[in-house]
């Protein structure tokens, strides 16, 4: 399922926060958002699962408008998991992904033989089905996320929006939840911090400065050193990973800039004399 957004802006307490935003994912595409803390990722992803409306554009799913879309509807395509998301249920692991089935239920907590051959199997394409009668609070993060992930599938969207998934995870944790997004095939928008793990794992970055795009294409054409100079005030030195290819990133500060030389001071003038 393609997503497009369009001319999309927010604003709020008379601040705009995003502004005339424009973007693509094709089908089957992981598509990332990087930028700076405060740039405008999370806000533009809030409307994009429905958690903000904005005050201009369109967030259209294979070009219908999200937004005129009843919530079930929009529910049975479009999954999310945001930054907040992994709060302390107090429900075992089944449950929490049971609750992905709600937009499919006719009525609340009536559950059927689909939903539960569709939680199964979400929870075992995520490798966590033994975490089925554990109670959610005593998992691990990565735990967590490989369970909230699972909730997503079971809800069998066509769209996934993950916001800061790797958040608090360890390096291992990171990259097993990045490639569990990736194998699920479906169309991802993710915003992600490690513009390492951007470079891999994504197929298309869009990079917001204030928010508002300033750049997008693939990884290696848009994380320039020009380019993360001016946007993130670090300087780049960019390096093939030596199996993959893609391009990876090393930073260091720039360096300070030079110290204007202080004004010679002006002679005094003189008040004796006559004037020349």
């Given at each position: 399922m393609?997503?497009?957004?369009?001319?999309?802006?927010?604003?709020?307490?008379?601040?705009?926060l995003v502004d005339?935003?424009?973007?693509?994912?094709?089908?089957?595409?992981l598509?990332?958002?990087?930028?700076?803390?405060?740039s405008?990722?999370s806000?533009l992803?809030?409307?994009?699962?429905?958690?903000?409306r904005?005050?201009a554009?369109?967030?259209?799913?294979?070009?219908?408008?999200?937004?005129?879309?009843?919530?079930?509807?929009?529910?049975?395509?479009?999954?999310?998991?945001?930054q907040?998301a992994?709060?302390e249920?107090?429900?075992?692991?089944?449950e929490?992904?049971a609750?992905?089935?709600l937009p499919?239920q006719?009525?609340?907590?009536?559950?059927t033989?689909?939903?539960r051959?569709?939680?199964?199997a979400?929870?075992?394409r995520?490798?966590?089905?033994h975490?089925?009668?554990?109670?959610?609070?005593?998992?691990?993060g990565g735990?967590?996320?490989?369970?909230?992930?699972a909730?997503?599938?079971?809800?069998?969207?066509?769209?996934?929006?993950?916001?800061?998934?790797?958040?608090?995870?360890?390096?291992?944790?990171q990259l097993e939840?990045?490639?569990?997004?990736?194998e699920?095939?479906?169309?991802?928008?993710?915003?992600?911090?490690d513009?390492n793990?951007?470079?891999?794992?994504?197929?298309?970055?869009y990079?917001i400065?204030r928010?508002?795009i300033?750049?997008?294409?693939?990884?290696?054409?848009?994380?320039?050193?020009?380019?993360?100079?001016?946007?993130?005030?670090?300087?780049?030195?960019?390096?093939p990973h030596?199996?993959?290819?893609?391009?990876?990133?090393?930073?260091?500060?720039?360096?300070a800039?030079?110290?204007?030389p202080?004004?010679?001071a002006?002679?005094?003038?003189?008040k004796?004399?006559?004037?020349?």
């Open positions: 393609r997503v497009d957004i369009e001319g999309l802006s927010v604003e709020i307490a008379g601040a705009r005339d935003i424009a973007l693509r994912a094709g089908s089957g595409q598509v990332g958002l990087v930028g700076p803390n405060g405008g990722k806000t992803l809030r409307c994009v699962y429905r958690a903000l904005p005050a554009g369109t967030v259209r799913l294979d070009g219908a408008d999200l937004h005129a879309m009843s919530a079930r509807e929009g529910a049975r395509r479009l999954a999310a998991l945001p907040e992994a709060s249920f107090g429900f075992t692991v089944a929490v992904v609750m992905g089935r499919h006719r009525a609340a907590g009536r559950v033989g689909a939903d051959e569709a939680c199964a979400a929870l075992a995520v490798g966590a089905d975490l089925a009668d554990r109670g959610f609070p005593s998992l691990s735990e967590k996320q490989r369970v909230l992930i909730r997503a599938l079971a809800q069998e969207p066509r769209v996934l929006v993950l916001d800061e998934p790797t958040n608090h995870l360890d390096i291992a944790q939840v990045l490639a569990l997004v990736r699920s095939r479906l169309t991802v928008l993710t915003a992600l911090h513009l793990l951007a470079a891999v794992h994504c197929d298309l970055l990079v400065a928010g508002r300033v750049a997008s294409g693939a990884p290696y054409d848009v994380l320039t050193p020009e380019l993360l100079a001016e946007v993130f005030g670090v300087r780049a030195h960019r390096v030596p199996e993959t290819g893609a391009v990876q990133l090393l930073f260091d500060l720039l360096p800039p030079p110290a204007r202080a004004s010679p002006l002679p005094a003038l003189r004796d004399g006559p004037c020349a």
